[in-house]
């Protein structure tokens, strides 16, 4: 039987105040096939969907679906007509039930328009488990992990028996299980002849699950590749333009043998999330955090910066104890915590650029001694440059970059404090390739320069790439110390599974 094209984009354009953020761009997706779309930051991947999905108009282009030529007025337009998108970031309703998510907007009615709530939850129910998922469909639907969430989403789809679902970065946020999980999902729904485009930027995923590649550079087509004719070391030198290699030449910080302490941390622990924490970083020292999402690595950075209180233990800062309450405090310490929830804890969408880079700077100095705007302008337009933030000027709203863009800026803002310790919450999720390395770059300039760094990251080959020390949470507690030089990833793996480095006794 040969392929089924179900759609077709042809010469795509689209313009933005101060960028083309599509150019002439054509995509296609076959029945039953995983396509992945590929891209830095900026490239123009979010954008294609919307345009597909009827969020935005395009300048020019025709989309043919299924055989006829559609123009989607709205996201609502395209759902009804089998495209469904769960977003880069959930566009569910939290406080309605799972049951409700899957139905809102078409609930199904008995009788004298009374809603049929024991058969929603019961058809919701029986949905979920056909991926496996047994849970609670009356329970509202931010009682869950982020991985049940994108299920129920995708549930939705998978219901109003959607031809199309576009999964624009839906792993950024799942641990492996989960992904496993939504993978063993995505499959199912192939087999059922649905076209599945999947953006994403972990390449080895992208691999795992996509036929073919479809790669955006500068809101311009490169090309798209059979999965199997490509390897992932072309792939990112179609993306970027230069060699793995190249960018990924990092040395970690040599850390001086008379080093002094610059944090020692003792015990440190709440009941009910960490228990017994201890660790020293020494100044310049880089220190890696691994461990699966809920061991308790954020936890035990949001102790250290005063995001939640440690109810027991010490906190030494250049050999002295202090007391660390609020962020406010470890700010003064000389402190910064880029959090790994950045939509939730520090992008503000409406703010310019320059505005939202200084805003930590503009804090600690006080309100009596107000930046100016040049100031601001100065300091926004350095980090745009060392970060490669891609936007035409400072002044840009900050909602209307691309979502790695916008994880920049966060970065930034805290880079922009110029601290003695900065911890960074993965940092470079929903970051491509080539600013990945950028950022692992400044982390160990920054150390170069005296700074002392505590990274939290799910992608064992940057930690191993980068730190001095792993240290390997597990369950809430600090399960392992390794050398970052002499490990490997299985070595941390060993203790994520054991508990116990390899070769020693439980
Ligand atoms: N609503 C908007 N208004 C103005 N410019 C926009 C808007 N949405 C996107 N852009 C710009 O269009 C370009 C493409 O952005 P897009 O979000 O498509 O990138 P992306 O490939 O999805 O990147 P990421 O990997 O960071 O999510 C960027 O330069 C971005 O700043
Ligand atoms: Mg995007």
């Given at each position: 039987?040969p392929?089924?094209?179900?759609?077709e984009?042809?010469?795509?354009e689209i313009?933005?105040?101060g960028v083309?953020?599509?150019?002439k761009?054509?995509f296609?997706?076959i029945?039953?096939e995983v396509?992945?779309?590929?891209?830095?930051?900026?490239?123009?991947k979010?954008?294609?969907?919307?345009?597909?999905?009827g969020?935005?108009?395009?300048?020019?282009g025709k989309?043919?679906?299924d055989?006829k030529e559609?123009?989607?007025?709205?996201?609502q337009?395209?759902?009804n007509?089998?495209?469904?998108?769960?977003?880069?970031?959930?566009n569910?309703?939290?406080?309605?039930?799972?049951?409700e998510?899957?139905?809102v907007?078409?609930l199904?009615m008995k009788?004298?328009?009374r809603?049929?709530?024991?058969?929603i939850?019961?058809r919701?129910?029986?949905?979920?488990k056909?991926f496996?998922i047994?849970?609670?469909v009356?329970?509202?639907?931010d009682?869950?992990?982020?991985?049940?969430q994108?299920?129920?989403s995708?549930?939705?789809?998978?219901?109003i028996?959607?031809?199309?679902?576009?999964l624009?970065e839906?792993t950024?946020?799942?641990?492996?299980?989960?992904?496993e999980r939504l993978?063993d999902?995505?499959?199912?729904?192939?087999?059922?002849?649905?076209?599945?485009?999947f953006i994403?930027?972990f390449l080895?995923?992208?691999?795992?699950?996509s036929?073919?590649?479809?790669?955006?550079?500068?809101g311009?087509?490169?090309?798209d590749?059979?999965?199997?004719?490509?390897s992932?070391?072309?792939?990112?030198r179609?993306?970027?333009g230069?060699?793995?290699?190249?960018?990924?030449?990092?040395k970690?910080p040599t850390v001086?043998?008379?080093a002094?302490?610059?944090l020692?941390?003792?015990?440190?622990?709440i009941?009910?999330?960490v228990?017994?924490v201890?660790f020293?970083?020494?100044?310049?020292?880089?220190?890696?955090?691994?461990?699966?999402?809920?061991?308790?690595?954020?936890?035990?950075a949001?102790?250290i910066?005063?995001?939640?209180?440690?109810?027991?233990?010490?906190?030494?800062i250049?050999?002295?104890?202090?007391?660390?309450?609020s962020?406010?405090?470890?700010?003064?310490q000389?402190?910064?915590?880029?959090?790994?929830?950045r939509?939730?804890?520090?992008?503000i969408?409406d703010l310019?650029?320059?505005?939202?880079i200084s805003?930590v700077v503009?804090?600690?100095?006080g309100?009596?001694?107000?930046?100016?705007i040049?100031?601001?302008a100065?300091?926004a337009d350095?980090?745009?440059q060392?970060?490669?933030?891609a936007t035409p000027d400072?002044?840009?709203?900050?909602g209307?970059?691309s979502?790695?863009?916008?994880?920049?800026v966060?970065?930034?803002?805290?880079m922009a404090?110029q601290?003695?310790?900065l911890?960074l919450?993965?940092p470079t999720?929903?970051?491509d390739?080539g600013a990945?390395?950028?950022?692992?770059?400044?982390?160990l300039k920054?150390?170069?320069?005296?700074?002392?760094?505590?990274?939290?990251?799910?992608?064992?080959d940057?930690?191993?790439?980068?730190?001095?020390?792993?240290?390997v949470m597990?369950d809430?507690?600090?399960?392992?110390?390794?050398?970052g030089?002499?490990?490997r990833?299985?070595d941390?793996?060993?203790v994520?599974?054991e508990?116990?480095a390899?070769?020693e006794e439980?």
């Amino acid at each position: 039987m040969p392929d089924k094209r179900i759609l077709e984009m042809k010469g795509i354009e689209i313009q933005f105040p101060g960028v083309k953020a599509l150019d002439k761009v054509d995509f296609d997706l076959i029945a039953g096939e995983v396509h992945a779309l590929l891209g830095e930051n900026g490239a123009g991947k979010s954008t294609l969907i919307k345009c597909l999905t009827g969020v935005h108009h395009m300048d020019a282009g025709k989309i043919i679906y299924d055989g006829k030529e559609i123009t989607p007025t709205s996201p609502q337009a395209a759902i009804n007509m089998g495209i469904s998108t769960v977003f880069q970031e959930i566009n569910l309703c939290q406080n309605l039930t799972v049951a409700e998510n899957i139905f809102v907007g078409r609930l199904p009615m008995k009788r004298r328009h009374r809603i049929d709530w024991k058969g929603i939850n019961n058809r919701a129910s029986e949905l979920l488990k056909r991926f496996n998922i047994h849970i609670d469909v009356t329970r509202p639907l931010d009682y869950f992990s982020t991985g049940i969430q994108q299920m129920v989403s995708i549930a939705r789809a998978v219901d109003i028996k959607a031809k199309i679902l576009i999964l624009d970065e839906p792993t950024s946020s799942l641990d492996e299980n989960e992904v496993e999980r939504l993978f063993d999902v995505v499959r199912e729904l192939k087999k059922s002849g649905m076209g599945i485009i999947f953006i994403t930027h972990f390449l080895d995923q992208a691999f795992v699950i996509s036929d073919r590649l479809t790669v955006l550079r500068n809101g311009r087509l490169v090309g798209d590749f059979y999965a199997r004719n490509i390897s992932k070391i072309e792939l990112v030198r179609q993306m970027i333009g230069k060699d793995m290699e190249q960018i990924f030449a990092l040395k970690r910080p040599t850390v001086a043998a008379d080093a002094t302490n610059m944090l020692d941390v003792e015990s440190l622990g709440i009941a009910s999330k960490v228990a017994d924490v201890s660790f020293t970083l020494k100044t310049g020292e880089l220190i890696g955090f691994a461990g699966l999402l809920g061991s308790g690595r954020t936890e035990t950075a949001e102790m250290i910066f005063g995001v939640t209180r440690a109810e027991h233990g010490t906190i030494k800062i250049h050999d002295r104890e202090v007391r660390i309450h609020s962020p406010l405090d470890a700010i003064n310490q000389q402190m910064a915590f880029c959090p790994e929830d950045r939509k939730r804890d520090g992008i503000i969408g409406d703010l310019s650029v320059r505005e939202n880079i200084s805003l930590v700077v503009q804090s600690r100095r006080g309100i009596f001694n107000p930046m100016s705007i040049k100031e601001q302008a100065e300091l926004a337009d350095q980090y745009i440059q060392l970060l490669g933030i891609a936007t035409p000027d400072a002044e840009k709203k900050v909602g209307e970059l691309s979502g790695g863009n916008q994880q920049k800026v966060i970065l930034a803002r805290w880079m922009a404090t110029q601290p003695d310790l900065l911890i960074l919450d993965e940092p470079t999720r929903g970051i491509d390739v080539g600013a990945k390395a950028e950022i692992q770059r400044l982390m160990l300039k920054m150390c170069a320069e005296g700074v002392s760094v505590i990274f939290i990251s799910s992608e064992l080959d940057e930690i191993l790439r980068c730190a001095n020390r792993v240290i390997v949470m597990r369950d809430r507690c600090k399960a392992g110390e390794l050398p970052g030089e002499s490990s490997r990833q299985e070595d941390i793996l060993h203790v994520i599974a054991e508990g116990t480095a390899t070769g020693e006794e439980a």
